[in-house]
């Protein structure tokens, strides 16, 4: 073995972290690197062998002297083993592997479980009486069409298998697998109800010819139709006890079944070429005469059913046991060659026996007979008046066909075939065997997919009956099931009326197959790789459309009864979304319609009408800040994109960037029910993560266009690095063209502690995130405390409930583009703030005070914003009160550049340099204005908006350059301080949001 695959043994071997192997671990051209080898992509595991484990590409680059645990590889999903081998794994491996239930192969496991699944009731009950109706050209063209039906059903049932393992569950694993759980999951419920019926249409099959030998030998229990429903009863108890016995006897109950069937159709065919007797030909059997084939050649519809389609929806029943095979897919040896194979050869050789047989008979039996021996044509009897085919072979049958009174012939007599045969009870025992075999597939069948259908857990009340019992994991209380709803249509006892209720369920399977079949092709997906290639897409289509359009013509109520309950399961799955993900094509053409859109959206020119407020929000982890996630869903819920983003800082250890990275934060959201992208990155800092986000979030058109985030209330108590980085943040977003919103509220937004969540204080750091450590690692060390590994609890928040009829306070102070009137419009298109009265405060003067308003007014009613209260404050720009000036001055007295005469006058600059958040007196001077103005908004704030549902109000812009960071920082606080309702700072990036053009 080569040195590589020596070092790889000892990896498997050996689970320990790379570091116990020392820094001489990997020398020279050693390495960890294994090649490839089945255990890596297999979810099973081998019985007698430990599973090899593919190295992480952790365990592959991280450096051996590493002290920490490299993580355990995403497929590792077996037992984890530690520590190199021990005893008790030495005992497992010799201990004996556990017996294996009874698999089978493609010919008795598949072709000839479907042949007898089609060699059913209406080969000898009703294939003669068909051919009488329709002829034995129409035969012919009802035979073939529901053999290219199914032959193209079996071609793409074939694909389907053949792209991957197969499960049990059969026909709805290959659905379900293919298009996904909303149709895989209605479909599996048809199916399983129709293969449970059709053990009721097979058993009546039986009992009608038993209660048929009854009654010519005299033997009569009650009536013909209550004796069809004992012997039915009893038939179809006997068989659930064969089912249940297991499938070992079900699989040898198969094979007599077949041998019977065979001897049945040696006998018929030897039967058609012996010379008639005068017994058979009283019953209007001849042998093979060139004029009854020419007779029987052309249709002579006859009842209420006689038409096309009439015979098809009975016939169409007896080619659909193609999928008994693939049904008991759990069963078999190496499901994807013998599905493929053996459906495949059965198809074709009942096709071929099906066209024998209907060609025969037509060609040996006249239509009408009267079975009466003294009913021949006389020298006395004028064969002028003489009716019928038969006049020319010696017999009169003119008054039963006058009288339509005709008890024998291939019209009035279901046993015909009994009749043609050389031996008659060999043909007996054709229909038992065939009817017997075929009720005892579907009887297997129906519990198996439903069994698979409750183990999804699809649908609630229905997993009482998937458990299994024994080394074959039988649905035994699926087999109950199923022997209750076969009781059922046994009592209608009539199977001309049962089997058209079959045709549309099994055509209505067929259609989805076929379309499961086209659309995982048409999808492009890679996954999609079938090693059976001879199936062609558009054929599958063809026969999804055709199935679709031949089940309104059979009975088009029974088509929409049939649809209708596949509408309602499946909108019923899509409310209850299973948290279910099998890579089904509906998921690869969700990629691909929306990787189209989103190329296609780079062809049109934005405009302002089609403006959308597409929000990155910065929750960090989404559990850890819910008020702020319910917010922003507010008005972006089905309206536009919502991506959360967090912001990993460097230097933290793999687990913790693969935790913040993990599914669990999506997990929250979706539980939550808010409709939001999750992104992370690693960064050196905060501030750098962010611009990360700000520049590579979204994709073409479909990007955010504005930053939402939590106010930082701890930012005094902070470093003032952390401040300066979260003002930063600000700049760099109106730096890109981004509007920015800062949320504040009362009680603060995050409801983590560090022991459980990941925190990024800059979005929104509380007075409970404070450490004692020294300030420059205190943003590292916070950020990167915890994960959150599972997904978090659903605290309520205020935005989840309905709100009161209180008011949405708008202080349009300053004109940004429209954004601070857009976002309390889309608020109340919400029912939980329709009943919100919105009101727009704007500054103005005390003399044009009513002029103003009805010029706010007019611009509003133009924007169609339906708000009609509005407001003019004269006030704003009075000088607030001496006390909150000197709170302010308080508030930022920390923060001061300290001057001292006997230092240098060079020395300022540098340090300021180095401490840029510092604020000197000149910074004060300049910006008197605009500070004073933020303390005067907070003192009308006070006065007019204390019982708002919210505050909505323009945030300032701190210049460049001119106002430091620690100032505009305190501005944003003293303008939001001490509120009780929520308040919303927004800056819009100037451009227009709002329009009242057409175009």
């Known amino acids: ?74 497929e590792t999903t077996g037992v984890q083993m530690e520590g190199g081998d021990s005893s008790d794994d030495d005992k497992e491996e010799q201990k004996e592997p556990p017996p294996e239930p009874p698999r089978f192969g493609w010919v008795q496991g598949v ?35 529901s053999s290219c039906i199914t032959g193209i059903t079996g071609l793409s049932t074939s694909a389907i298998a053949t792209n991957g393992k197969v499960k049990g569950g059969g026909t709805y694993f290959l659905i379900s697998r293919s298009l996904g759980p909303e149709l895989g999951g209605s479909i599996g419920l048809i199916f399983a109800f129709a293969n449970a019926v059709a053990v009721a249409m097979h058993t009546v099959g039986f009992a009608e010819t038993v209660s048929d030998l009854m009654h010519e030998h005299g033997a009569v229990m009650v009536d013909r139709t209550n004796d069809i429903r004992i012997i039915g009863i009893i038939t179809v108890t006997c ?16 094979v007599l079944f077949f041998l019977v069937i065979m001897v049945s159709f040696a006998s018929y065919i030897v039967g058609t070429i012996i010379p008639a007797s005068p017994e058979k030909q009283a019953k209007g059997f001849f042998s093979y005469k060139a004029d009854i084939f020419a007779a029987n050649f052309v249709p002579n519809w006859r009842g209420p059913e006689g038409s096309f389609f009439g015979m098809f929806s ?28 053996g459906t495949l050869m059965a198809i074709f050789w009942t096709t071929i026996s099906y066209l024998i047989i209907s060609a025969t008979i037509g060609s040996c039996v006249i239509r009408d007979a009267s079975g009466l021996l003294n009913n021949t044509l006389s020298s006395s009897s004028s064969i002028e008046d003489c009716v019928g085919l038969s006049c020319q072979y010696g017999w009169d049958f003119t008054e039963c066909i006058k009288n339509a009174t005709c008890t024998f012939g291939i019209s009035n007599y ?4 009994s009749m043609v045969s050389a031996f008659a009870p060999l043909i007996t025992a ?47 209380r699926g087999y109950l099931l199923a022997y209750i709803i076969a009781v059922c249509f046994i009592l209608i006892a009539e199977l001309n009326t049962i089997a058209p209720i079959i045709s549309n369920f099994f055509l209505c399977s067929y259609c989805l197959i076929n379309f499961s079949c086209f659309h995982a092709s048409i999808t492009n997906s890679p996954g999609w790789r079938p090693s059976f290639g001879f199936y062609s897409k558009w054929l599958s289509l063809l026969c999804a459309v055709c ?24 909108g019923y799955t899509l409310y209850k979304r299973p948290a279910v993900n099998w890579g089904s094509s509906m998921q690869a053409s969700s990629y691909n319609l929306a990787l189209n859109q989103c190329v296609g959206l780079n062809q049109v020119e934005d405009h302002v009408k089609n403006y959308r407020p597409q929000c990155l929000v910065l929750t960090g982890s989404p559990s850890s800040r819910p008020a702020l996630v319910d917010f922003v869903n507010c008005f972006t819920k089905g309206l536009s994109l919502m991506m959360c983003g967090q912001v990993v800082t460097a230097g933290s250890t793999q687990s913790v960037v693969e935790k913040a990275s993990s599914d669990s934060h999506i997990t929250w959201l979706n539980q ?48 003032p690095e952390a401040a300066h980085n979260y003002i930063g943040i600000l700049h760099d977003a109106f730096d890109l063209q981004y509007g920015v919103c800062v949320l504040r509220m009362r009680d603060g937004l995050d409801v983590s502690h560090p022991s459980q969540s990941h925190v990024n204080p800059g979005f929104d750091g509380g007075l409970d995130t404070i450490n004692t450590i020294s300030a420059p690692s205190r943003l590292q060390t916070i950020t990167t405390s915890a994960v959150t590994i599972e997904p978090g609890p659903q605290p309520s928040t205020a935005f989840q409930k309905k709100q009161e009829r209180k008011t949405i306070d708008v202080y349009w102070l300053s004109d940004d583009g429209g954004l601070t009137l857009l976002l309390p419009y889309l608020l109340t298109r919400r029912k939980r703030w329709a009943r919100c009265k919105v009101r727009v405060f704007v500054g103005g003067d005390t003399n044009k005070k009513e002029e103003q308003k009805e010029e706010v007014l007019a611009l509003i009613k133009k924007f169609r914003l339906g708000f009609h209260d509005v407001e003019v404050l004269p006030d704003i720009f009075q000088n607030p009160q001496p006390g909150n000036v000197l709170q302010f001055e308080n508030m930022v007295s920390r923060f001061r550049l300290e001057t001292n005469p006997k230092q240098d006058s060079d020395s300022g600059p540098p340090r300021a340099q180095e401490e840029p958040w510092r604020i000197s007196d000149q910074d004060l001077e300049r910006n008197k204005a605009k500070s004073l103005r933020q303390i005067r908004l907070n003192e009308i704030l006070q006065d007019y908006s204390r019982e708002a549902a919210l505050i909505v109000i323009t945030m300032p812009v701190g210049r460049r350059g001119v106002c430091p960071s620690i100032l505009y920082l305190a501005w944003l606080d003293f303008l939001s301080r001490d509120l009780r309702p929520p308040v919303l700072l927004v800056r819009g990036n100037q451009e227009n949001v709002l329009t009242f053009y057409c175009q």
């Not at 320990?16 to 992509?41: I, K, M, N």
């Not at 229909?431 to 017997?436: D, H």
């Not at 699809?458 to 998937?466: D, N, Q």
Request: a positive charge; one cysteine or more; charged letters at 15%.
């Open 111 to 145: 072709m000839i479980r479907c042949m007898l699944n089609i060699w059913g009731v209406i080969l000898y009950l009703r294939l003669p009486w068909i051919t009488a109706q329709a002829g034995i050209g129409m035969t012919w063209v009802i035979i073939l069409l």
């Open 414 to 417: 279901y046993q015909s075939m």
């Open 1 to 74: 073995m080569s040195l590589h695959g020596v070092l790889g043994e000892m990896c498997y071997g050996d689970r320990g972290s790379v570091a116990s192997r020392g820094s001489d671990a990997l020398t020279g051209y050693e390495t960890l690197d294994a090649p490839p080898h089945y255990d890596f992509y297999a979810n099973t595991e081998v019985w007698g062998r430990r599973r090899r484990f593919r190295p992480s590409l952790y365990q592959l680059h991280a450096n051996p002297e590493d002290d920490s645990k490299p993580p355990l590889y995403e």
């Open 239 to 254: 068989l659930l006890g064969i089912s249940m016995a297991g499938m070992a006897w079900e699989s040898k109950a198969q």
């Open 547 to 570: 199935c679709l359009v031949i089940m309104f013509l059979l009975n088009w109520w029974a088509a929409l009864i049939a649809f209708g309950i596949v509408v309602f399961l499946l």
């Open 672 to 719: 939550r029910k808010v409709k939001s992208f999750f992104r992370d990155v690693v960064a050196t800092d905060l501030r750098s993560g962010v611009n990360m986000l700000l520049q590579g979030s979204g994709l073409g058109r479909i990007r955010p266009n504005v930053l939402l985030m939590g106010f930082k209330r701890d930012w005094r108590s902070d470093s």
């Open 430 to 476: 054709g229909i038992f065997g065939a009817t017997l075999s075929s009720a005892l597939a579907c009887l297997v069948s129906a519990p198996k997919v439903f069994q698979c259908l409750c183990k999804d857990k699809l649908y609630p009340l229905i997993g009482f009956f998937g458990k299994g019992y024994g080394k074959n994991d039988e649905p035994l």
């Open 314 to 341: 009975i016939f169409f029943p007896s080619a659909t046991g193609i999928l008994a095979g693939a049904n008991i897919s759990g069963d078999l040896k190496n499901p994807t060659v013998a599905i493929p194979r």
